[in-house]
């Protein structure tokens, strides 16, 4: 299949005019599967109300088909066409952080495809705020399911030609509007329980929730590996680069002793490092990639999965990486660097 390109600014004005915007909706409208920009990720969408549509999806990816996928949505009267009902959480919620980097789940309607929800009778929703995003959802007029527009298993792509290495010749088109902003993924959050369930931290964080809500509760699975998550994608090998990657907890020390002792070894080996620390790799590592600043988490969660699949691009035995405070946004990037490192215990990908 020919994958076409679609560049389109996302400051210019009256974007759902666009006519790279128009035609990608056409492909939406179509069955086809289209990547676009949104504030956290590119995601790879298709008609949310269409079985075979979706299906593409998981074939385009490799994904596996008990793994829901998210809806987004453009405004908020299409919430009730894809919701069974909004639980008052949710709404709450929704006025509080939409658009934006947040994924409610609530109850599915009947007319969303089963093969968005896996058979599961909740539905994930979120309204993006990038522009191009909401621009492609109302010009198609019809939800779009869509999950992250990388191959199952592989760091998720936060620029348009992170798509094409993955998806070149597997969808009909990808929209590029340049980075994404985030960087890591919406954050997702049960709300059919008592009290609201963090199933995957993201973009908006556990504080900013606990200030609209008050105490907010966490998968069990997020800290005990054993347990079953309830968002099915969490049980998945997820971020991986080719080589093993492994965490160096303690402190720049640790981690400069443990590139140390690989290269020792004969390893070739690369480190996932911040700008304050790059300089120390120099005549160390093999391969120094550098996700952002310490001082500034929302940079480390900005570059993470740039700098994550810059390593497969070199022929590496062994990559190491510096740990974060796991809070506020260093919270998401804990857990997507503990997928990272965790891979080769899941039987699966996401
Ligand atoms: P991705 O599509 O790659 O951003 O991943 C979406 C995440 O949301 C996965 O971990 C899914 O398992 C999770 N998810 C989507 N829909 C549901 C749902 N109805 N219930 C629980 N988790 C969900
Ligand atoms: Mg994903």
Redesign the pocket.
Known sequence: MLTKIWRVDPTAGNLEENAGIQEAATYIRDGEVIAFPTE??Y??GANALSDNAVKKIYEAKG?PSD?????HISDFQQAERVARSIPDAAEKLMKAFWPGPL?V??P?ADAVAKT???G?????LRMPKHPVARALISAAGVPIA???A?LSGKP?PTEASHVYEDMNGRIAGILDGGPAGVGV??T?V?TTQDLVTI??PGGITREQLEAVLGKVASDPALKDKKAQ????????R?YSPKAPVELVSGGLQELKQAVARAKETGLTVGVLTTTENANVFKNLADVISVAGTRADLATVAQGLFHALRRFDHYDLDIIFSETFPAEGIGEAIMNRLNKAAGSSKNDGM?
């Open positions: 956290t990720v995601g790879l994904r793994n829901p996928l998210i809806v994924t789940i609530v599915a968005v929800t896996a599961l009778k909740t539905v994930g869509a999950p992250s990388n998720s993924e919406s997702v049960d199933l995957r998550p309830k968002a099915p994608g969490m049980k998945y997820h996401e």
